[in-house]
C-alpha cells in the first residue's frame, strides 16, 4: 500500500504517519498545507513548516500546499496539489520561515501523488473527515483516519509511552494560561491537562482547538528537531512564534 499523510507537524498527524509504518505501508509524500490567511476550518494554523523537518527525518519527500484558508477553496488548493498541478518550489519559496534551517537532505515532491490513500489524524471532525474523503473519491484513492474516535485519554497516553515529543504550540482555551505555551507533554503535564479539561470542560486532546501541538522527536524520526521561541500573548489566547528550529541527529 502506498500512502501519502496529510501532516499539520502536530501530534495526530505524527502519529498517524508512524501507524502507517507499523502497518507495513510504503509512506511515499508527507503532505502539508500551510495557511497564509487568518483561519482555517479544516487545517491546523500554527508552524506547520516543521512537517518539513519530520519528513527529512522520515526520508521522505514533502509536498508544501497553500492556502488562503477560505472555505471550499482549501480543499480544492490541496487538490489541485495532489494531482500534481501546483508549483511546489514557488510554495516553498513563499513559507518558509526565515529561522527555519533548510537540510540538505530535504527532498521536495514535484509531481503528481501516485498513491493508493490519504492518510490523515483527523479525530472527531465529521467536517474535516467528510471533506477529505469526497476528495479521495475525486482523486481515485482511499481514505484513512487510523484515529478516528479514538479515546482521548488512551491517545494522549499512547504519544508519551510511544516517545514521541509533543510540544504545545497554542492555547485558546478557558483554564489554559501562558505557561502552556511551549510546554512538553509528559506524564506529570498530562496529569495536570487532564484535571484542566475535567473541571473546564474541554478536550483532553485538543481536537475542539483548545491547543495545538507540533511534533519534535518520536519513534517515525530519525533525528530530533531543536528550536527556540518566543511567546505571543493577548490576555486569554496565545502561541509560539518559532524563532530558529533545525533538525539534529539523535547522539
Known amino acids: ?18 501507524w502507517c509504518e507499523l502497518q507495513g505501508w510504503e509512506v511515499t509524500c508527507m503532505v502539508t498545507v500551510v495557511v497564509t490567511g487568518a483561519d482555517s476550518l479544516m487545517f491546523q494554523l500554527e508552524n506547520t513548516p516543521i512537517a518539513a523537518l519530520q519528513a527529512c527525518s522520515m526520508g521522505v519527500p514533502w509536498l508544501p500546499v497553500i492556502t488562503e484558508g477560505e472555505e471550499g477553496a482549501e480543499i480544492n488548493d490541496l487538490e489541485m496539489a495532489l494531482s500534481g498541478i501546483s508549483s511546489p518550489h514557488m510554495v516553498l519559496e513563499r513559507i518558509w520561515p526565515s529561522g527555519f534551517l533548510m537540510p540538505e537532505e530535504l527532498a521536495i515532491h514535484t509531481n503528481g501523488i501516485e498513491i493508493d490513500a490519504l492518510v490523515s489524524g483527523a479525530l472527531r471532525s465529521d467536517f474535516q473527515k467528510t471533506r477529505l474523503e469526497m476528495m479521495c473519491e475525486r482523486l481515485g484513492v482511499k481514505s484513512f483516519s487510523p484515529l478516528w474516535h479514538k479515546d482521548s485519554r488512551q491517545h494522549m497516553r499512547s504519544l508519551i509511552d510511544h516517545g514521541f515529543g509533543v510540544v504545545i504550540t497554542s492555547v485558546s482555551s478557558e483554564g489554559l494560561s501562558e505557561e502552556w505555551l511551549g510546554r512538553r507533554v509528559d506524564n506529570s503535564t498530562l496529569k495536570e491537562l487532564q484535571s484542566l479539561s475535567e473541571k473546564y470542560r474541554f478536550n483532553l486532546d485538543g481536537e475542539g482547538g483548545e491547543f495545538e501541538t507540533m511534533v519534535v522527536s518520536g519513534p517515525h524520526m530519525d533525528g530530533h528537531i531543536v528550536f527556540q521561541h518566543d511567546v505571543l500573548w493577548d490576555g486569554s489566547r496565545g502561541s509560539i512564534k518559532l524563532d530558529s528550529c533545525s533538525l539534529q541527529p539523535y547522539r
Do not use: P
Open 1 to 18: 500500500m502506498k500512502v501519502a499523510v496529510l501532516s499539520s507537524g502536530g501530534k495526530d498527524s505524527s502519529y498517524a504517519a508512524w
